[in-house]
């Protein structure tokens, strides 16, 4: 069986999730990956929590009200993101606080067909 890490359709220019903890905080960072996880709580002020997961890990997404009307459709109906932004880490716990985001759910067409 063929190597599904080197078969992966990798999105340009994305870090790994488990390479999030070597930027210092603010450092912009790309990263991708599939949702699973959308929260939009009543006490967070219009405030948007994603969680992406790619091949090495997850990474916790902070989307704030006017960046998520400008990006709506992409985050609502996207099932593959890219997220631009910067690295934020507290109580270590590490959060990309969302600057630009693309919806890139194509990809997943090009994804290697597993026999099951």
Request: aromatic letters at 8%; glycine letters at 6%; proline letters at 8%.
């Amino acid at each position: 069986m063929e190597n599904t890490l080197l078969t992966w359709p990798k999105p340009p220019s994305a870090c790994p999730a488990s390479f999030l903890n070597y930027p210092p905080p603010g450092t912009i960072v790309c990263v991708a990956g599939l949702v699973i996880l959308r929260q939009r709580p009543g006490t967070a002020k219009g405030v948007i929590f994603l969680t992406l997961e790619d091949e090495t890990g997850t990474v916790n997404i902070v989307i704030w009200r006017t960046l998520y009307e400008k990006f709506r459709r992409a985050i609502i109906s996207g099932r593959l993101l890219r997220v631009k932004g910067r690295v934020q880490s507290e109580n270590s716990v590490i959060h990309v606080i969302a600057e630009y985001v693309e919806d890139i759910s194509y990809m997943l067409d090009e994804l290697p067909k597993l026999n099951m």
